[in-house]
């Protein structure tokens, strides 16, 4: 499935759930964007590599995650302190058009140069003047997979432009797939993958689409029908407007697999052709494998006989007319029969000379003066595994005193949010983190022990408080960059985002009494 199932302009579904537009439109819409906690984080991560780092976002997905909706957000999140020139690239953008886009949306409004060197000139003065305005030109490229390979080449290279110790250009693109190419840009290259939605964040999606196309009411899915989208969509944006389209419709959802014609009869003879050919082969080697059979039973009749031959009967030795059952006793009977012949001493009987055990040698007692021993070791450690296994051993238990630290932070968060309104608005200060909850907010000064110019503001976000923390003042931005590099570990390698304060003054939210 690939596009929605609906031949009107207008589903039907949207008069009955009395919605003000189509709430599962593939159209980009910065207020159908839906800011889960994964695509938050992703957004930040893209905002501090914007405003605080050299490096070259590149933001990976499948077709349909959501990148180029995750990239509006970047360009509609971006302040004063940005200039942004967006190019969604499509296959027919040539090198010139490419350039002109970044002069205009760089504030180049007339362009004179003809050559392309001199509009690379041109571009360069002009992204050389935005430094020291200390605004940062920031280049997004949506789609860049399929940017031609010329084009490809000339932004490489105009990433690699400087002035001042610092890069002149900063960018971020979207890529449906790994690009080999990317890894010559001087070492700036910083992937971010794009998650799919979890089972969990599927609920407040749709309820967030529908909300937006004027929807007032219960989820209109049941929980079979959300585990069915789930399932067949496996958390792909696209997929599930899709599929959330269709069940609305009263479509029945399935996903199938369409298999070409040609391999379907392929399929549908292998298993004939198979058989000829494995029948083909017992008659070519019929004779090879009757003779392999024909070996075997000969062997067999071998052993066989081999083995009868031990349980037949011994054969009966007759001597004197006395039948003699077994050899053993022929020879003592023969044995007797010498004896009686010898020459007997008068007053003695003949007697039968018993043999005398074999005579020890010095290594046969040496072997059993060592066996002996040898079992004498194993009984004595067979004795101490017995006592060792009786022994209880008593666990030790060490005394540890806990050191109860007093969480003395919050001192630290009295009148921070006037404190944040005195300040002059043109210096800078760097945000550490935000959340939802205060109390994460308090834990984490603690957990880095961090004092001076700590401050905690409010904002509003889609109705609900958003707490965040700022750190520090500084009068200039290569102050605050000089100062973050001695930050002692690990804060040092956390991420932050510099900021001015006075987008930090508008942001805080007006609606809480000032503190």
């Known amino acids: 499935m690939s596009n929605l199932t609906n031949s009107s302009a207008e589903p039907s579904y949207i008069a009955r759930l009395a919605l003000h537009s189509a709430p599962f439109s593939s159209a980009v819409d910065s207020h159908t964007f839906f800011n889960g906690e994964q695509i938050e984080q992703r957004l930040n991560l893209l905002f501090?590599?914007?405003?605080?780092?050299?490096?070259?976002?590149?933001?990976?997905?499948?077709?349909?995650?959501?990148?180029?909706?995750?990239?509006?957000?970047?360009?509609?999140?971006?302040?004063?302190?940005?200039?942004?020139?967006?190019?969604?690239?499509?296959?027919?953008?040539?090198?010139?058009?490419l350039i002109e886009q970044c002069l205009r949306a760089f504030?180049?409004?007339?362009?004179?140069?003809?050559?392309?060197?001199?509009?690379?000139?041109?571009?360069?003065?002009?992204?050389?003047r935005l430094q020291n305005l200390?605004?940062?030109?920031?280049?997004?490229?949506?789609?860049?997979?399929?940017?031609?390979?010329?084009?490809?080449?000339?932004?490489?290279?105009?990433?690699?432009?400087?002035?001042?110790?610092?890069?002149?250009?900063?960018?971020?693109?979207t890529a449906s797939r790994v690009m080999p190419e990317l890894d010559n840009i001087h070492g700036r290259?910083?992937?971010?993958?794009?998650?799919s939605l979890s089972e969990k964040e599927l609920e407040p999606y749709l309820m967030q689409r529908l909300e937006t196309?004027?929807?007032?009411?219960?989820?209109?899915?049941?929980?079979?029908?959300?585990?069915?989208?789930?399932?067949?969509?496996?958390?792909?944006?696209?997929?599930?407007?899709?599929?959330?389209?269709q069940c609305l419709l009263g479509i029945k959802s399935s996903k199938t697999v369409t298999m070409p014609t040609n391999m379907a009869a392929l399929l549908r003879w292998s298993g004939l052709v198979s058989l000829v050919i494995i029948f083909t082969l017992l008659l070519l080697f019929q004779d090879k494998?009757?003779?392999?059979?024909?070996?075997?039973?000969?062997?067999?009749?071998?052993?066989?006989?081999?083995?009868?031959?031990?349980?037949?009967?011994?054969?009966?030795?007759?001597?004197d007319g006395s039948e003699v059952i077994s050899a053993e006793q022929a020879e003592r009977d023969e044995l007797t029969s010498l004896l009686a012949e010898l020459p007997t001493v008068e007053?003695?009987?003949?007697?039968?000379?018993?043999?005398?055990?074999?005579?020890?040698?010095?290594?046969?007692?040496?072997?059993?003066?060592?066996?002996?021993?040898?079992?004498?070791?194993?009984?004595?450690?067979?004795?101490?595994?017995?006592?060792?296994?009786?022994?209880?051993?008593?666990?030790?238990?060490?005394?540890?005193?806990?050191?109860?630290?007093?969480?003395?932070?919050?001192k630290l968060l009295h009148h921070q949010q006037a404190w944040i309104k005195q300040q002059q608005g043109t210096h800078y200060t760097f945000q550490l983190m935000g959340s939802w909850k205060q109390q994460e907010v308090l834990e984490f000064i603690d957990k880095y022990a961090l004092s001076g110019d700590v401050a905690e503001f409010q904002s509003d976000r889609n109705g609900r408080v958003w707490y965040a923390?700022?750190?520090?003042?500084?009068?200039?931005?290569?102050?605050?960059?000089?100062?973050?590099?001695?930050?002692?570990?690990?804060?040092?390698?956390?991420?932050?985002?510099?900021?001015?304060?006075?987008?930090?003054?508008?942001?805080?939210?007006?609606?809480?009494?000032?503190?």
């Open 189 to 195: 290259l910083q992937r971010v993958d794009l998650p």
């Open 48 to 97: 501090h590599l914007a405003r605080s780092s050299d490096k070259v976002g590149l933001l990976m997905a499948e077709q349909g995650q959501g990148k180029t909706t995750l990239l509006t957000q970047l360009q509609h999140g971006a302040g004063d302190d940005l200039r942004v020139c967006r190019i969604d690239v499509q296959a027919s953008l040539d090198l010139s058009t």
């Open 134 to 173: 200390n605004i940062r030109p920031l280049l997004l490229v949506d789609n860049v997979d399929i940017l031609s390979s010329d084009n490809l080449a000339t932004v490489i290279d105009w990433l690699s432009w400087q002035g001042e110790d610092e890069y002149l250009l900063h960018a971020i693109f």
């Open 107 to 128: 504030g180049v409004d007339e362009i004179n140069a003809k050559q392309q060197n001199e509009q690379e000139t041109l571009l360069k003065e002009r992204l050389l």
């Open 289 to 319: 494998i009757n003779a392999l059979f024909s070996q075997q039973d000969e062997q067999n009749e071998v052993i066989d006989q081999t083995f009868n031959s031990k349980e037949e009967a011994l054969a009966t030795v007759v001597l």
């Open 347 to 410: 007053g003695q009987a003949p007697q039968l000379v018993t043999p005398e055990p074999p005579v020890e040698t010095e290594m046969v007692k040496q072997n059993k003066q060592a066996n002996t021993e040898l079992e004498a070791e194993a009984e004595a450690e067979a004795e101490a595994e017995a006592e060792a296994e009786a022994v209880v051993v008593e666990p030790i238990v060490e005394a540890r005193s806990v050191e109860v630290i007093e969480p003395a932070v919050e």
């Open 213 to 245: 196309a004027g929807y007032k009411g219960e989820l209109p899915f049941s929980a079979k029908e959300l585990k069915q989208i789930y399932r067949h969509s496996q958390g792909c944006p696209a997929q599930v407007n899709q599929f959330s389209h």
């Open 469 to 515: 923390l700022i750190y520090g003042v500084y009068s200039s931005k290569k102050e605050a960059l000089q100062a973050s590099n001695d930050w002692p570990e690990p804060l040092n390698s956390l991420p932050s985002w510099l900021r001015r304060f006075d987008s930090v003054q508008k942001q805080i939210k007006n609606t809480l009494p000032a503190q």
